[in-house]
């Protein structure tokens, strides 16, 4: 399992002062055992990118959702697709020791991820 540290993103604003903008992305490669997501800020956002092989993540809940259960959350990727998952920081996704929440796939092959926030 890997740690993954989300990027912070820097808002462009009226009290943003560059005439650039934009933050170059790197892609993590997920880890065959599953990965460790920082959870930063109010929400964490995360990209998953596949190439060819289809692949199911799971996010671990650790609590209970405002439905009374406590369900992991799936995510099914066809073999060439990207999808977007934004997170709100709370205490469902949260590990209270690591603040990190937890994946898990069916596949790596193919499957990249990206984890922002907003600072």
């Known amino acids: 399992m890997a740690n993954i540290d989300p990027m912070a993103l820097t808002p462009v604003s009226s009290q943003y ?10 892609p ?11 959870l930063q800020g109010s929400y964490t956002f995360l ?3 596949t190439t ?10 650790l609590d209970l959702s405002s439905f009374g259960t406590d369900v992991d959350v799936t995510i099914t990727m066809a073999a060439t697709q990207i999808r977007k998952v ?5 205490t469902r996704f949260k590990d209270p020791t690591s603040g ?8 790596v092959v193919g499957l990249s991820l990206e984890a922002d926030y907003i600072a």
Do not use: C, E
Not at 17 to 26: D, F, H, K, L, N
Not at 86 to 90: F, Q, S
């Open 17 to 26: 002062g560059s005439i650039t903008a934009g933050q170059i992305v790197t």
């Open 86 to 90: 934004a997170i709100k920081n709370d």
């Open 52 to 61: 060819g092989t289809g692949a199911t993540i799971t996010m671990n809940s």
């Open 100 to 107: 990190r929440l937890g994946l898990s796939y069916t596949s």
């Open 47 to 49: 990209r998953f990118q």
């Open 28 to 38: 993590s490669t997920p880890a065959g055992g599953g990965d460790a997501v920082g």
